[in-house]
């Protein structure tokens, strides 16, 4: 469900349609302010391929996903927010309207808040995106559940890896880190508790070399990069934790942006230009789920509208 815009000038622009796009959206438009959202493909974002979302406050049966995202953007579209099917093809930030190219024409915003969010790093196994929500994961929080009393597998070494095992290890019946080196990435303080737990396991020196699977996954073949020798491990689940990736090539040269490329941004949303504001997964923040999206989305607007009346006063 969309409301094409014409080109031109809007109080908010907003890049990405996930929850924090959205809930901006319907903070902008209920506060008065013209609000289009420019999403590339369907709203969402990576919250739109969760097969089941548990924890998101007010469904207490749970709601899957896209059915969640489609309300987000119902809701925002009924008081008078604006949808765009469109690619942004290059931005002008610290212009004056921000100007926003994309496949449908260029917008110009007062203020522009980006939601491009991020997405998990791959493996690049063949059938890992067949698989995903049959067997392999990227979010130990939102999926873990569905793996309590099983076997499930983590390939990944680094603070992320280590902060899955540790939520699965209270889940699971068994716990198998595989990682390619010989020692834990992460910070010593994540590690001794999984040292210490007796249903977590450890492959190192190890990479994944095959997902096995029927209708979905049965279990994960790995290669030790020492020995050269392979081990099949049967599993019900793979969490695979090798990092995420932003969407801010858009940005870079304009925005500031961390070593890891996330937006540089605190608890305001504001970034380094004045007028822009970053939100969601894109931005720097300690956790990333739908419920501290939604809440950087009403904080950007609650910005943007005391930017906006400096700026008109």
């Not at 004056?96 to 808040?113: A, L, N, W």
């Not at 049959?134 to 680094?158: I, P």
């Not at 504001?270 to 504001?277: D, F, W």
Request: glycine share 12%; charged share 20%; proline share 4%.
């Amino acid at each position: 469900m969309t409301n094409a815009a014409k080109p031109g000038l809007f109080d908010m622009v907003i890049l990405g349609g996930g929850p924090a796009g959205f809930t901006a959206a319907l903070y902008a438009a209920r506060a008065g302010l013209s609000a289009l959202v420019l999403e590339k493909l369907s709203p969402g974002g990576q919250m739109a391929l969760s097969h089941q979302i548990d924890n998101y406050p007010g469904f207490e049966g749970g709601i899957d996903g896209f059915t969640l995202a489609q309300k987000m953007e119902e809701q925002a579209l009924r008081f008078g927010a604006v949808t765009e099917l469109a690619e942004v093809r290059s931005v002008e930030l610290k212009s004056d309207p921000k100007v926003i190219q994309t496949s449908e024409g260029v917008y110009y915003g007062k203020t522009v808040v980006i939601a491009t969010g991020a997405e998990p790093k791959k493996l690049g196994l063949p059938e890992e995106q067949a698989l995903t929500g049959r067997g392999v994961n990227y979010c130990a929080a939102c999926d873990g559940m569905f793996y309590r009393n099983k076997t499930v597998v983590v390939v990944g070494g680094g603070n992320s890896a280590a902060a899955d095992a540790l939520l699965l290890s209270r889940v699971a019946e068994r716990v198998i880190i595989v990682h390619r080196r010989d020692t834990l990435r992460a910070d010593k303080i994540d590690q001794e508790p999984l040292k210490n737990a007796k249903n977590v396991e450890f492959r190192w020196n190890s990479e994944p070399a095959q997902l096995l699977h029927g209708d979905r996954l049965t279990g994960i073949r790995i290669r030790n990069r020492v020995s050269g020798l392979e081990e099949e491990i049967p599993c019900d689940g793979v969490f695979i934790s090798v990092g995420r990736q932003p969407s801010t090539t858009l940005f870079a040269g304009q925005l500031e942006l961390n070593a890891s490329g996330y937006v540089t941004a605190d608890e305001s949303t504001a970034t380094s230009i004045p007028g822009v504001y970053a939100v969601g997964d894109v931005r720097t923040k300690p956790v990333r789920q739908v419920v501290t999206a939604v809440a950087d989305g009403a904080v950007a607007v609650h910005m943007a509208e005391g930017y906006l009346a400096d700026r008109e006063g």
